[in-house]
């Protein structure tokens, strides 16, 4: 890509002699000024030879190879699996950043005898608040079924050797994602910090003890000390809204990227 400028050419003039619709017109207008202010082309030039000569690296899928003729149709509708567990993520996200407004993160004692703050807020959400009921039942269904669809989407693809060269590298990014997808449910869990939550966090803290030579840091680092407290919740909190979710997302965007350029691998 040259540095060179430009020689000045006659969009509106090209554009004029066009039979183009509004938005036709509009997306071209738009591109035209980017493209004299940041070279959007050129860029996309690059890109898109980048992306061919990669592909041309890429063996053919089985369909391809072995003239199959789509002889596996049955299979197809299990390659949903990992768009399904995508979309349950979206909703799981955005149905949780609402429940965000309305929720409070503290251990300390509420107003009620029987519960602390945070799961006041939590009551709340699901009593008075309009469609507050609605809203974490969906957030809750979306977690539920984020985590059927990534496992079972971690099935096919072992049992359709999509894991093999040259996606190994995909299937172990997938092995951290459902691993953070789990960290994401239990992190989630604690949050209403009831009965429920507190007996898993228990549980929680015990297994970081359990681990050889580093455990009492783990549990220090992960729940704030050797027994549930505030500085456990508000780990749960930070790992659960701040930390996970930039770093799924990426991982998700980085993983769906690889299966664009490699292709998707067919059964044996």
């Known amino acids: 890509m040259s540095l060179e400028k430009k020689d000045e050419y006659d969009h509106k003039g090209w554009m004029k002699e066009k039979d183009l619709t509004p938005v036709e017109s509009t997306f071209l207008t738009t591109l035209i000024w980017l ?4 070279r959007i082309v050129d860029y996309l030039e690059l890109l898109e030879t980048l992306y061919y000569r990669v592909n041309l690296q890429m063996p053919k899928s089985h ?9 596996f149709w ?3 509708p299990l390659y949903t699996l990992g768009l399904f567990s995508t979309l349950a993520y979206v909703v799981a996200a955005i149905s949780g950043a609402l429940l965000g407004f309305y929720y409070s993160p503290s251990a300390a004692a509420g107003s009620e005898a029987a519960g602390t703050v945070a799961y006041e807020s939590i009551a709340f959400i699901m009593r008075d608040l309009q ?3 609605m809203l974490r ?3 809750r269904w979306a977690a539920q079924v984020m985590v059927a669809a990534v496992f079972l989407h971690m099935l096919r693809v072992y049992f359709t050797g999509a894991y093999k060269e040259p996606r190994e590298l995909n299937w172990l990014i997938g092995i951290v994602l459902i691993s953070l997808t789990m960290v994401f449910g239990y992190t989630g869990y604690l949050l209403p910090w009831d009965q429920l939550a507190f007996w898993a966090g228990q549980i929680g803290v015990e297994m970081s003890l359990s681990i050889p030579l580093a455990g009492e840091w783990v549990a220090q680092l992960l729940f704030g000390g050797f027994s549930l407290s505030q500085a456990t919740l508000q780990r749960m909190y930070i790992l659960h809204v701040f930390l996970l979710p930039f770093v799924v997302t990426t991982l998700i965007a980085i993983h769906i990227g690889i299966v664009w350029v490699q292709g998707i691998a067919e059964p044996h």
Do not use: P, V
């Open 137 to 139: 039942s969906i957030h």
């Open 74 to 76: 049955y299979w197809y």
């Open 63 to 71: 369909t391809e190879q072995y003239n199959l003729d789509n002889k």
């Open 35 to 38: 493209d004299k202010r940041f």
């Open 131 to 133: 469609f507050g009921f």
